[in-house]
């Protein structure tokens, strides 16, 4: 029912004080602020109100997307009110002032012990050479340059020592891998050797990578859910090929996304420091560890993996700590995050996410096969809770993945189209990443909408398919700052030689 007012004859509300008026706080829309640019360039001359400056920003940031509506990525993007708070409290304290901060120091240990242990590491009985060892980083790419230059490091000393040539290392791994490792290879002077995927295998054969190993290997690495189809590379038969044909290379597992599911998962999957080549191993805790980035972990075996020379004894406010990063001060926030995930979850609760997730993935892959996809990724916890997929060849097809995905984003979901891995015939892809916060009720909004997105599809003619993208390509170019004009091109990355798209993660 709606009310309905009588208008009354009234005056001008009187201000009691005239003081009132003057220190009356601005109305955010009512300032000068409101009519004029945000500095860009330069810093203005004065200060702005800090509640202008705050709403202004907010504005402007609600043109980012939904990060629920994010599909694309494997980053956290929910986290109980109680952790932000806790976060929130720890954002003002430097991680690295161990001194000032020590229960902080003692968190991160405790963060590490329980990670560690889920990863099988060996510990001895007070024997420090047997002891597993870790620390935190800002995510996984800083754990596998960490980790790259541990087995560099490693390998030189063991060539020198021999009286051999220790100046071209090589590391060999899939060229499905994530950028970080192309990155970690050109900036500590490892060459690249690649395992190419092909149309129908998109994670490393075991053979060939280990058939690639030479004197100049410093290690293998083995993705532990790959990010273009989440599938879990062979860790074991790497291990074992490598036992059976007596050759000595160390094995990094990088488990960024799948070092937190395959535990509660796969359990009884033997691709840890259960299998002695196992080396080293980084997770990301800001993937399925739960927490928001950036936060990552790095593990290596026993102190012969990690040599000594790459760790820094800094004496800090009068205590000497050991350190290995790539940075100094960082805020403590994450690993405080961590904790409280581990401790609140405890492994019933994040066995009962992964189950769950790994539950909704099975079901959405059953859905896009009935909608006549060709499903890339391996369900039924073989691999990450995502779902990889793409359109049934058929030469009568006006779109492609790209426009699918393109259609998709005008509803909010991201769910991004890419181009696989070099040597699998330019093959195009769309992957749906199943996070905590993507439940039952939202893949059934997310299936009708990708059903109407199809049906859009099919009733636009190629003129119109092809203005339409095109419109949509140039709109989303647009909206993402210009890269700077004198990298374009580059032609070094596997993207730039091969095509190949990299996975959001
Ligand atoms: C995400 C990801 C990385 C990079 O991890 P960050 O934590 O984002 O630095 C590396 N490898 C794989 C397999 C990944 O999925």
Redesign the pocket.
């Known amino acids: 029912m709606v009310h309905l007012s009588k208008v009354k004859k009234g005056k001008q509300a009187q201000r009691h004080r005239q003081e009132q008026d003057e220190t009356a706080s601005p109305y955010v829309y009512g300032t000068h602020y409101a009519t004029e640019e945000l500095p860009e360039h330069v810093m203005s001359e004065r200060e702005m109100p800090a509640d202008v400056a705050l709403r202004l920003i907010k504005d402007e940031l609600s043109l980012d997307g939904n990060p629920l509506l994010n599909l694309a990525s494997?980053v956290t993007t929910y986290m109980e009110d109680e952790a932000q708070s806790l976060m929130t409290d720890a954002m003002s304290k430097n991680f690295i002032d161990f001194e000032e901060y020590p229960q902080t120091a003692h968190i991160q240990n405790r963060c590490i012990n329980m990670i560690a242990n889920l990863l099988h590491a060996p510990t001895s009985d007070g024997n420090h050479d047997q002891d597993c060892l870790g620390t935190s980083t800002v995510?996984?790419?800083e754990a596998?340059m960490l980790a790259t230059l541990a087995m560099k490091k490693r390998w030189q000393n063991q060539r020198k020592a021999a009286g051999k040539d220790w100046t071209r290392p090589n590391m060999v791994m899939n060229s499905a891998v994530?950028v970080?490792w192309e990155k970690a290879a050109r900036y500590f002077d490892v060459e690249e050797k690649y395992v190419y995927c092909t149309e129908t295998r998109y994670v490393m054969d075991p053979q060939a990578a280990v058939e690639m190993v030479d004197e100049n290997t410093i290690g293998i690495c083995a993705?532990m859910?790959?990010?273009y189809t989440g599938q879990y590379e062979d860790v074991k038969a790497i291990n074992d090929l490598l036992k059976a044909k007596h050759i000595d290379c160390p094995i990094h597992v990088?488990a960024?996304?799948g070092g937190f599911v395959a535990p509660f998962v796969r359990p009884e999957l033997e691709w840890d420091f259960r299998l002695e080549k196992v080396v080293s191993i980084n997770v990301?805790g800001?993937?399925y560890g739960l927490v928001y980035p950036g936060v990552?972990w790095v593990f290596w075996r026993s102190p012969e993996y990690l040599p000594q020379e790459l760790i820094f004894n800094v004496n800090y406010l009068g205590s000497n700590q050991a350190t290995f990063t790539l940075n100094f001060s960082k805020g403590a926030s994450h690993v405080i995050g961590q904790y409280y995930q581990l401790i609140r979850l405890g492994k019933h609760g994040y066995r009962s996410i992964m189950h769950n997730l790994t539950q909704l993935a099975d079901y959405f892959a059953d859905e896009m096969k009935k909608l006549g996809f060709i499903i890339m990724s391996d369900g039924n916890g073989r691999g990450l809770p995502l779902v990889a997929f793409r359109l049934t060849p058929n030469d009568d097809r006006l779109y492609d993945e790209f426009s699918l995905a393109h259609v998709l984003r005008q509803r909010g979901w991201v769910i991004p189209a890419y181009t696989m891995a070099p040597h699998s015939n330019q093959l195009k892809m769309m992957r749906v990443v199943m996070r905590e916060d993507f439940s039952m009720h939202r893949c059934q909004i997310l299936i009708e909408d990708i059903k109407s997105a199809l049906k859009s599809l099919e009733e636009m003619d190629i003129e119109m398919i092809q203005k339409y993208t095109q419109h949509l390509q140039a709109h989303s170019a647009r909206k993402v700052p210009q890269q700077h004009a004198y990298y374009n091109n580059e032609k070094h990355s596997l993207q730039g030689k091969t095509g190949k798209t990299h996975g959001v993660?």
């Open positions: 494997f995510g996984s790419s596998i994530q970080c993705i859910g790959t990010t990088d960024a996304s990301s800001h993937k990552g993660c």
